[in-house]
Every structure is written in C-alpha cells, then in structure tokens.
C-alpha cells in the first residue's frame, strides 16, 4: 500500500468500509497477494455481528434443502428473490466449512456440533457457540485477519463519502476521516459493508453507530436500492424503562421452549411463528393491555436455562429480576434491514466497481421478513462471492482526479432523513 508523506493520498487494490462479518470474510477470503485497506468507524469488536447471540443456519443434508428453502420463502412472504435462497441454502455447508478453517468453533461434542432451532424453522439447522455465537465467531475472525500482512486496518475512521468517476459511472474509492485527517482512498473495488440501520431508530437491538451510511451516500451517488422499506421488528428485546440500545432475547430460547404470556399470565401467539407474526401479535396484546411490554415466561427452561443462554441468564439477574421466577418484561424493537442497496449474485452494485455485502446489501434473499439466523449466513455467503467476483473483474487502479474540499463527518440528522424519506417513498411506491 502507498501512503504519501502526509498520510492523506492512499492507493490500495481493495477497500473495505465495516468490521462486521461479510467485511471480515471478503477480506479474509481475498488473495494474499491483494493489498487490501479496511476501515471501520469504531474498534473491531464494535459490529451487531458481535452481538449475534442465536447461531448461524446451515442445510442438514440434501433432505433438509426443499424444507429449508420454503422456510426462508415463507418467512419472506413469498418475496424473496428465489435465486438467491438457492444459493443462500446450496452454500451454506461451504460457507460454514470457510468459517471453521478461518478458526471459528460451534458447540457440541467429538460426534460433532449441535443444532438448534428458532422462529420459522421446520428443522434443527441452527449452529451456534452459546448464546454468544457473534462474539465467537468475530474473535476468531480478528485472531486470523490480524496476521494477514496483506490487510491493513484502520479503526475509528469515517467513510464520509464514495469517489465517483467523472460520468458518475465507475467508483474509485472512498474518502473518509481519520483522526480528524481526510483520507483519500483510491482503490481498483471498493466493498461497503457497514451494516443497517438500526442507529436511526429510537428502540433498535442494534450498536447506535451503525445507522445507514452506506444506505446514505448510495442515495448521494444515485446507486439503486431495492426494497428499503422491509424493515424487520423483533418479537423480544428486553424491556427496561430507559432509552438506548435494546438487550435481545434470542429466539432460541422460544425455540427451545420459553412462553410468551400477557398480564394476566395467558398465552396469546404460537411463539415458533416468523417474527413479523410475533411482533404483531405482541403489539395487539400490549394494545389490549395498555402496557408498554409483553412478558416471557422461561420456567419451561428451568433445567438448562443457566447453562445454555448463561449471557441471557446474567443479563436478567442484573436488571434484578429471577430469570426462573419473575416472567421478564419484551418489547417489539427494530432489528434488521432487509432491504438496501440493490446486487446482484456476485455483490455488484449498480455502480461499477462498487460491492455491497452483509445486511448493508439487497440480494433479495429475505424478502419482506428475514429468517432467523440467515442473516450470518447471507453475510459469508455472499461476501465470498463478492471476493471471487473482485478478483475475476481484475480492475485497473483509476486514481481520483477532482479536488477534495475538507469534508466533515454524516450527521445523523442528515442520515436519518435521507434514508426515512426513501423508506416512505418505498412504502408508497408498495402501496400502489
Ligand atoms: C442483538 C443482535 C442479535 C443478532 N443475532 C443474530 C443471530 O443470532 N443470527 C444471525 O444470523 N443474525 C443475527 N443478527 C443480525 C446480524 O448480526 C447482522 O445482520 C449481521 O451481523 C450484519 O453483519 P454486517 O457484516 O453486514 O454488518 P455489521 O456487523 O452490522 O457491521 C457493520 C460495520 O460497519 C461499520 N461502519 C458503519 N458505518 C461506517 C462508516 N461510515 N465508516 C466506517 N465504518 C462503518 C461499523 O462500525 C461496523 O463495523 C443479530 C443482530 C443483533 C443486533
């Protein structure tokens, strides 16, 4: 990699704005001889990736692979884009097999991992490690990036914008600001993998900095999105009477046969339901109940509780309550976006040269409703693709020409706007 004397003017083959999942796996599965940069706005660690708590699907053999298609397409209402479930599903086995040879760990014994099963699912086809199977899986993915010597990191640095060519055809990069410095980065593709966007929401499970920028400057640049206004909610985040970041309850733990229950102790839904289902029925019950949470009861858990969701567990003993005794206050909170910018099956977006992968991307593999746990997935899937597709496309370094006048840092007002205005204009255009 060049770097000027000032620091300002970078040349690299591959840039990669985000550290969540899909960046991390197109890095890791770029060619050694690629001279990659990858920046991301906080630490390593700071992506919802590390915040996945239920597991990661994969097929459980040939058998599993109708079942397991209709699973997705059904919780997507039948809006998905069939081709990529296809591909989600048929290399979902490799994209595991990736993860364990980059070190990744699932639980289980010497026979092999176990599966699990959440939301929506007809088969045990989940993988996880704990209830903690983001963090897992980052850790080891930052152990094996941190001894690439090809991939240089810079954390706590802002993409602000995208470099364009003169005919608004062709991406030549990014700029963004480091320490205060503008950074110039002029690469040959450049890959945006910077999440939702939860941080625009005022309940959202999700990390408040990852709030749409990519979403933001593709509404800048007039790079194509696709179904933007598919916005999931999830059934149960944990409802504490303050503002921020939302604690999720996985799934799993309905999986595996927590109830929900209204005030008066009742059940009121089938919890295995797709979660825009549970959402909804969650938000009538609370209508009926005037009361701003549902409950869990997690006593059909009481054996294995502490020792399969132990993260889960020290959670509600730290907000006071007995996770065996007291049913525990949810609330439906934003969770995932599943639209975004529209690409096709090698990650291209409709600009030349620039990739969109993980939940930043629009492959149309969720349609309305994403599957639990397909999210991970769709992140390795489809960011080795996007590496494949890098390396077969060989474009030549085109350095940015135009003068950089200082640029400061997205407010998150600007963001905001920009990308809630597209979401009613979606909305509309849907409505039609
Ligand atoms: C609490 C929680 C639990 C979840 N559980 C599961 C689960 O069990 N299974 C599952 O499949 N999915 C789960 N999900 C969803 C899944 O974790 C995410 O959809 C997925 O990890 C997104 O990965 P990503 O690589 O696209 O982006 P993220 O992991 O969201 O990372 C985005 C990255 O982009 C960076 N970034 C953003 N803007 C900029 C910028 N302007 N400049 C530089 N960097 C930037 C961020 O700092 C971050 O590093 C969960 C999500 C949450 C929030």
Redo the contacts with the bound molecule.
């Keep these: 990699m060049d770097i000027d004397n000032s620091f300002k003017n970078i040349t690299c083959d591959v840039v990669i704005?985000?550290?969540?999942?899909?960046?991390l796996v197109c890095a890791l599965c770029l060619p050694k001889n690629q001279d990659i940069l990858l920046?991301?706005?906080?630490t390593l660690t700071?992506?919802?990736?590390?915040?996945?708590?239920?597991?990661?699907c994969v097929m459980r053999g040939d058998s599993d692979r109708d079942n397991f298609i209709e699973d997705t397409l059904r919780a997507g209402h039948y809006q998905n884009n069939k081709k990529a479930v296809e591909i989600l599903v048929d290399e979902s086995n490799a994209a595991i097999e990736t993860l364990q040879d980059l070190g990744v760990v699932f639980t289980g014994n010497e026979d092999g991992p176990y599966y699990t099963r959440e939301g929506g699912h007809s088969n045990f086809r989940i993988l996880y490690h704990d209830d903690i199977?983001?963090q897992s899986i980052m850790e080891s993915l930052i152990d094996t990036i941190k001894g690439r010597n090809n991939i240089n990191i810079i954390e706590n640095?802002?993409?602000t914008d995208i470099l364009e060519s003169s005919n608004g055809k062709e991406c030549l990069g990014i700029h963004?600001v480091h320490s205060e410095n503008n950074l110039i980065v002029n690469s040959r593709a450049t890959v945006l993998?910077?999440?939702?966007i939860?941080g625009i929401y005022q309940n959202s499970?999700?990390f408040p900095?990852?709030r749409g920028?990519?979403i933001a400057l593709a509404i800048k640049h007039n790079i194509e999105l696709n179904d933007i206004s598919y916005v999931q909610i999830h059934p149960t985040a944990l409802y504490e009477d303050k503002s921020g970041r939302r604690f999720?309850i996985?799934e799993s733990v309905r999986g595996e046969g927590a109830h929900l229950i209204n005030h008066k102790h009742e059940r009121f839904t089938n919890e295995l339901n797709p979660r825009d289902l549970v959402s909804k029925a969650i938000l009538e019950e609370m209508k009926k109940d005037n009361s701003k949470y549902e409950l869990l009861d997690l006593n059909p858990l009481e054996n294995s509780i502490e020792k399969r969701f132990p993260n889960i567990y020290k959670k509600i003993l730290e907000i006071g309550l007995n996770p065996l005794e007291d049913p525990i206050p949810i609330v439906p909170s934003q969770?995932?976006t599943m639209g975004g910018i529209k690409v096709d099956m090698d990650s291209k977006s409709s600009m030349k040269n620039l990739y969109a992968?993980?939940?930043?991307a629009c492959t149309g593999v969720h349609g309305r409703n994403r599957l639990?746990?397909?999210?991970?997935?769709e992140?390795v899937v489809f960011a080795k693709r996007s590496a494949k597709s890098i390396v077969k496309e060989n474009a030549p370094l085109i350095c940015y020409k135009d003068t950089i006048t200082r640029k400061t840092l997205l407010s998150d007002t600007e963001v905001s706007i920009m990308i809630k205005e597209r979401i009613m204009e979606d909305e509309l255009a849907k409505a039609k």
Excluded at 39 to 42: E, Q, S
Excluded at 46 to 56: C, F
């Design positions: 704005v985000g550290s969540g999942v899909a960046a920046i991301t706005k906080k700071d992506s919802n990736s590390y915040l996945a708590q239920g597991g990661i199977t983001g640095c802002s993409m963004a993998a910077t999440g939702g939860g499970t999700n900095h990852i920028d990519g999720l996985s969770h995932y992968i993980g939940e930043v639990a746990s397909n999210s991970l997935l992140g």
